[in-house]
């Protein structure tokens, strides 16, 4: 069954700092898809990236970086310079290509604090 | 391009009445998802649509739910009757194909407060 855990429930963090988001993913396919949301007080989510298993190159977006490890089968996020701005709900999803193929699995999601 | 619509925004009711939920996926989006989030349980995935086909309705907590996607532009998740443990944030989202790993993209939700 395919699983997403995010340790990390709360971050707070000062301004300008980086910060790192982690997800952990279980699933027996080898075709799946790893995604990050974004969830901002005013409570839409945002789709941010995707990532397929057969890409574990790391992608950079300005101040975000995303990192794909599937040898500790993680998908972590980072925040450079961090702002006010990206306080946030982060969540990792995971889709699979196989049994459970068309339903993403989320984690719990992790609040980030950014204090000015 | 319009993104994914919700309605209404927001809810309040008593229970005991009907609640209809709407939302209008993206245009060319062949699958339509409904969530249900709590601050207890988190984003819960109650059923999806493929081609307008409920494939899995697991999610959906018991008999009062129902959803409906009677063409590919519009969908329904009705409550009846309606109980206050059924407040939640209600989230449709839409893919253009999931099973190749596009991406879902979400409505605003509708904030349901059932007294």
């Known amino acids: 069954a395919q699983k997403v855990t995010q340790a990390q429930t709360e971050i707070s963090v000062v301004e300008k700092e980086d910060v790192t988001l982690d997800c952990v993913y279980e699933?027996?396919?080898?075709?799946?898809?790893l995604f990050w949301y974004k969830q901002p007080p005013s409570g839409e989510l945002v789709f941010l990236i995707r990532?397929?298993?057969?890409?574990?190159q790391n992608e950079i977006s300005g101040r975000y970086s995303w990192n794909f490890q599937k040898s500790t089968s993680s998908f972590n996020f980072t925040i450079t310079a961090s702002q006010v701005v990206d306080s946030a709900v982060y969540f990792c999803?995971?889709?699979?290509?196989?049994?459970?193929?068309?339903?993403?699995?989320f984690g719990d999601g992790t609040t980030l604090t950014v204090k000015p | 391009d319009a993104g994914v619509i919700q309605s209404p925004r927001h809810e309040v009711t008593e229970m005991g009445q009907e609640v209809t939920l709407r939302c209008k996926p993206i245009?060319?989006?062949?699958?339509l998802f409904w969530y249900r989030q709590t601050m207890m349980r988190g984003l819960e995935l109650l059923i999806y649509?493929?081609?307008?086909?409920?494939?899995?309705d697991s999610g959906m907590p018991e008999d009062r739910f129902s959803a409906k996607m009677p063409n590919a532009s519009f969908s329904t998740l009705k409550i009846q009757p309606s109980e206050p443990r059924d407040s939640a944030v209600y989230f449709c989202?839409?893919?253009?194909?999931?099973?190749?790993?596009?991406?879902?993209?979400f409505g605003d939700g509708t904030r349901l407060s059932i007294l």
């Open positions: 989202a839409s893919s253009r194909d999931p099973y190749t790993g596009q991406p879902q993209h």
């Open positions: 649509f493929n081609n307008n086909v409920p494939i899995d």
């Open positions: 990532r397929n298993s057969f890409d574990e």
């Open positions: 699933t027996r396919d080898t075709t799946y898809y």
């Open positions: 999803a995971l889709s699979e290509a196989g049994t459970n193929a068309g339903k993403s699995t």
């Open positions: 245009s060319g989006h062949n699958s």
